[in-house]
């Protein structure tokens, strides 16, 4: 990374701006599992029922009323 932009040595970048950072010789990974599980305490949810979308497969989304179309691969 240091070839690529210039920066200060202090030290291996683990934690920046609520991301971890795993640096490796060909690739650099980018998480924010602390973030998650941080905010996820803070409002007692640690426990909470995992869900790998926000909305049900099953549900249709029709356009509203007013005749404006609805994007709904927003929600899939």
């Given at each position: 990374?240091?070839?690529e932009f210039e920066m200060l040595m202090m030290g291996e970048?683990?934690?920046f701006l609520r991301l971890h950072i795993k640096q490796m010789k060909t690739?650099?990974?980018?998480?924010?599992t602390k973030y998650c599980r941080d905010v996820l305490r803070n409002f007692e949810?640690?426990?909470c029922k995992e869900a790998s979308t926000p909305i049900s497969r099953s549900f249709y989304l029709d356009g509203d009323e007013?005749?404006?179309a609805v994007d709904q691969t927003k929600f899939i």
């Open positions: 990374m240091q070839r970048l683990n934690y690739r650099t990974f980018l998480s924010q949810m640690e426990n007013n005749g404006t």
